[in-house]
């Protein structure tokens, strides 16, 4: 069965920390995404990456920055965490060119005290 | 920037009736489009996708296009208290060397007994 997994369900940290938010898919994907998700702003692209090393800057990368140094992972990095960062985040991946859409991991409640 | 435009309810039906959920985009050149279920504090999840004018059933969903219009729609026959959560629309662009989803805010379904 296809599997994003995402390395923490809730985690809580204080403010000017760096945080590291890992993906990990199993699916061979070329495709992954970093999303966060707000109450009325719905789910909003903070960094995607078409393949290795490679990546693109989404509609929100500012406060954040990304790697994937191997296929199946993408990393999420909150270089100094600050309160306006506590969100839920959710890891997808897809195929390259495919029309399937996305698999979602399970999604990270984080908390900036 | 592409839009994806939803409702955001909530929509309440009673059991046994028939859901209707509606979504309206902006890009002409869109070609794929899909519909997300998301659980209170979980993760979307993909009920269905649709590429063709016209309808796609799967079960007690319906999928509905109309790119003439720019309009895609959900129908949920039926409707149980366990299809109450929030559906997300979402449009797939291509660029980069891959494919990217444009979400909406969603649409709240209470099924009520």
């Known amino acids: 069965d296809v599997k994003v997994t995402q390395s923490s369900r809730y985690l809580v940290k204080r403010t000017g920390e760096k945080v590291f938010l890992e993906c990990v898919q199993d699916?061979?994907?070329?495709?992954m995404f970093w999303y966060r998700q707000d109450p009325g702003l719905g789910l909003r692209l903070i960094y995607f990456s078409y393949d290795v090393k490679m990546k693109e800057k989404g509609d929100i990368p500012e406060g954040y920055s990304v790697s994937r140094e191997k296929k199946e992972r993408f990393s999420l990095i909150l270089e100094s965490a600050s309160t306006n960062q506590t969100s839920m985040y959710l890891c997808a991946s897809s195929f390259g060119t495919s029309n399937y859409g996305y698999t979602f991991g399970s999604g990270t409640r984080l908390t900036v005290v | 920037q592409k839009e994806v435009e939803q409702n955001s309810g909530p929509l309440s039906v009673p059991e046994g009736a028939i859901a209707s959920l509606n979504c309206t985009y902006s890009d002409r050149v869109s070609q794929s489009f899909f519909w997300y279920r998301q659980y209170s504090g979980k993760s979307p999840e993909l009920i269905m996708s649709i590429y063709s004018n016209g309808d796609k059933e799967d079960g007690r969903f319906t999928a509905q296009l109309n790119k003439a219009s720019q309009y895609v729609s959900l129908l949920i026959r039926d409707s149980q208290p366990s299809d109450s959560a929030t559906y997300l629309c979402?449009?797939?662009?291509w660029g980069g060397g891959g494919n990217k989803l444009t979400f909406g805010t969603g649409t709240q379904l209470k099924v009520e007994l």
């Open positions: 979402a449009v797939l662009e």
């Open positions: 699916m061979d994907h070329e495709n």
